[in-house]
């Protein structure tokens, strides 16, 4: 690799590679210190094709939910099932990883813009912009820019577009998936609003159960399926569809509580 080789997006890879061993260097223990990671289908990255994948999450944090993807694929790829034990797995990341991500957030300052610079895919939302609401046309470089991104490697999006659970999904996400036809990989997170600020950057509770669940990529029928039937299959894909708001009975409540102080105390490996 040239000293001053670039990405489709004019990155330098040796400097995007040192800041995503620097990040990672120093946010790991945020996933396995201070709180543990429970990871669960990772074994599925590694068999992910080099481009045109594209994954879609539920939404917790600003900017810890894509740092511990970041952690999760790049442990993944160097063989490492369900675990980001021993960061040795950062002296060699992934570089072709994206994520998208609103552009006035990407530029909010000097941590945005170094985190921009490890892979973001910097949009403008048509729906809200400095805490406004907003109705505007979706800008056509916004999509060049995604498109140029799946062509180069793969796509972290989150399809709601806010960190509050339940919202709607963007039809973007859908008709970015029909046009483009990626493999589609569904992430379902829990834990970091509860470990983190909205933002993901400090810490506001330690030994909180996080989890982190990879799931097969979804069988869709790009040609067929409308864009409302994808809608819903990425609803139910990273379970934010209104079926899986239920009430929780107490007992239940209580048991899960109990598993996880036992996981608090837990002996790390």
Do not use: C
Request: proline letters at 4%.
């Amino acid at each position: 690799m040239g000293l001053f080789k670039r990405n489709p997006f004019g990155h330098i890879l040796f400097v995007k590679k040192w800041l995503i061993r620097i990040v990672g260097a120093m946010t790991h223990r945020r996933f396995r210190g201070f709180n543990e990671l429970q990871i669960e289908g990772s074994e599925i990255i590694k068999n992910l094709p080099e481009t045109n994948v594209l994954f879609i999450s539920n939404h917790q944090t600003y900017f810890a939910d894509v740092v511990a993807m970041f952690h999760v694929f790049n442990a993944s790829l160097s063989d490492r099932d369900d675990s980001i034990k021993n960061i040795g797995y950062l002296w060699n990341p992934k570089l072709n990883i994206y994520y998208v991500a609103a552009k006035e957030t990407m530029s909010s300052g000097l941590l945005p813009k170094i985190l921009a610079y490890v892979g973001s895919i910097s949009i403008e939302r048509t729906w809200r912009a400095e805490g406004k609401e907003v109705n505007r046309q979706v800008k056509m470089s916004d999509i060049t820019a995604i498109s140029k991104a799946l062509d180069d490697g793969w796509v972290i999006t989150f399809p709601q577009g806010t960190t509050t659970p339940f919202k709607p999904i963007r039809k973007g996400t859908a008709h970015i998936i029909k046009r483009y036809k990626p493999v589609v990989v569904p992430i379902v997170i829990d834990g970091f609003r509860r470990s983190f600020d909205k933002k993901g950057i400090r810490i506001k509770k330690k030994n909180i159960l996080q989890s982190m669940e990879i799931k097969e990529p979804l069988v869709i029928d790009y040609e067929n399926e409308s864009i409302d039937q994808i809608v819903e299959k990425i609803e139910y894909a990273i379970e934010q569809h209104p079926s899986f708001l239920k009430v929780i009975p107490q007992d239940e409540i209580m048991a899960q509580e109990q598993l996880n102080k036992l996981r608090k105390w837990k002996v790390k490996e």
